[in-house]
């Protein structure tokens, strides 16, 4: 089984756009795998200039924001890089593409850490953020899940947000939770 760290990735388009996506990285050897679908945006920036920032972030708004069009967060620059990181990031790596493995749905790009910094202490885990996580995760795939796992997932999620959340975790959640009524409306109108 594959580990996967769930970062905000940063990316740049050749015209120097900035495009930030939620997206697990894939250890393998001495490396990271960067696996986009196709088509996305995130896709086309790492293929036009190899090159992408891993932000490490406990921001659980900015996970559930850029599954809910809220994609514009601070930004900060990193010295010889052309792609800005998180300015809520606890931590960057830079990655540059060594390697791609081409596929019709899911290239693969195998990829080095060039660069890293350190930004902000880690304070801890907390179940309210990691719900968040899970519910962003579950929102990325709901046109692949039947409607009673959904639900299911949310009223489990919604547990840990009741008792552990803050205002920003309650924020996040709802921001997503409003994804997932829309799509289930949606699946229910077309039923």
């Given at each position: 089984?594959?580990?996967?760290?769930?970062?905000?990735?940063?990316?740049i388009?050749?015209?120097?756009?900035?495009?930030?996506?939620?997206?697990?990285?894939?250890?393998?050897?001495?490396?990271?795998?960067?696996?986009p679908?196709?088509?996305?945006?995130?896709?086309?920036?790492?293929?036009?200039?190899?090159?992408?920032?891993?932000?490490?972030?406990?921001?659980?708004?900015?996970?559930a924001?850029?599954?809910?069009?809220?994609?514009?967060?601070?930004?900060?620059?990193?010295?010889?890089?052309?792609?800005?990181?998180?300015?809520?990031?606890?931590?960057?790596?830079?990655?540059?593409?060594?390697?791609?493995?081409?596929?019709?749905?899911?290239?693969?790009?195998?990829?080095?850490?060039?660069?890293?910094?350190?930004?902000?202490?880690?304070?801890?885990?907390?179940?309210?953020?990691?719900?968040?996580?899970?519910?962003?995760?579950?929102?990325?795939?709901?046109?692949?899940?039947?409607?009673?796992?959904?639900?299911?997932?949310?009223?489990?999620?919604?547990?840990?947000?009741?008792?552990?959340?803050?205002?920003?975790?309650?924020?996040?959640?709802?921001?997503?939770?409003?994804?997932?009524?829309?799509?289930?409306?949606?699946?229910?109108?077309?039923?």
């Amino acid at each position: 089984m594959a580990y996967i760290r769930e970062t905000i990735l940063t990316t740049i388009s050749e015209a120097g756009e900035v495009h930030i996506a939620p997206l697990g990285i894939i250890q393998e050897k001495d490396g990271w795998v960067i696996a986009p679908f196709r088509p996305s945006t995130t896709l086309a920036n790492i293929a036009a200039n190899g090159l992408a920032v891993v932000n490490y972030t406990d921001e659980a708004k900015i996970f559930a924001g850029c599954l809910t069009d809220r994609k514009d967060w601070p930004l900060a620059l990193i010295e010889n890089c052309p792609v800005p990181r998180l300015d809520a990031a606890l931590a960057h790596d830079v990655l540059k593409v060594e390697s791609v493995t081409e596929d019709e749905t899911r290239p693969r790009y195998f990829c080095k850490v060039i660069g890293s910094g350190q930004h902000r202490p880690f304070t801890g885990m907390n179940r309210a953020k990691a719900a968040v996580l899970e519910a962003a995760i579950l929102v990325s795939r709901l046109k692949m899940l039947p409607a009673e796992k959904i639900e299911t997932e949310i009223a489990y999620l919604k547990i840990a947000i009741d008792k552990t959340a803050g205002p920003d975790e309650e924020t996040a959640f709802y921001w997503l939770l409003e994804k997932v009524i829309e799509h289930l409306a949606e699946v229910e109108g077309t039923s």
